[in-house]
């Protein structure tokens, strides 16, 4: 996947259904998107949760290699992490640290652990670059 088809999307925060609706200049726009800061509430559900990467780390060295997007606050404190297993890793480019401190969307189902709520992203097509309004 290339830095240009990371599919740019229009962000209204106002609840936790997914609805992509097609727009006439190819963007996407996703409604009902749920802030990061909120996902814990949505657990168990699937959705889309949105917000600014405060950190990406790529953890080489632990058990599975995963790649961390932590949201919905400053890291340690966050609300919200979207782990990118490093079995699929390879399947993002650019490498997904350089999203840090980028506004994205993550697609899936939402688990809570502990006082956070997560998304495991098992493809590029769950996440998305967002511009935040």
Not at 51 to 72: D, H, I, Q
Not at 99 to 119: F, N, Q, W, Y
Not at 120 to 132: D, G, H, Q, R
């Amino acid at each position: 996947m290339k830095t240009a088809s990371f599919v740019f999307v229009s962000v209204a925060i106002v609840g936790a259904a997914l609805s992509l609706a097609p727009r006439a200049n190819g963007q996407s726009k996703v409604d009902n998107a749920i802030p990061a800061e909120m996902a814990t509430k949505f657990a168990g559900k699937s959705g889309v949760v949105c917000g600014k990467v405060g950190r990406a780390r790529f953890a080489e060295n632990s058990e599975g290699e995963p790649t961390f997007l932590y949201m919905g606050g400053d890291f340690p404190r966050h609300t919200f992490t979207a782990r990118i297993p490093g079995s699929v890793r390879a399947k993002f480019s650019p490498a997904p640290e350089t999203l840090e401190g980028k506004a994205v969307c993550v697609i899936g189902d939402i688990k809570r652990d502990a006082s956070r709520a997560e998304i495991v992203i098992n493809s590029p097509s769950n996440l998305k670059l967002a511009t935040m309004n």
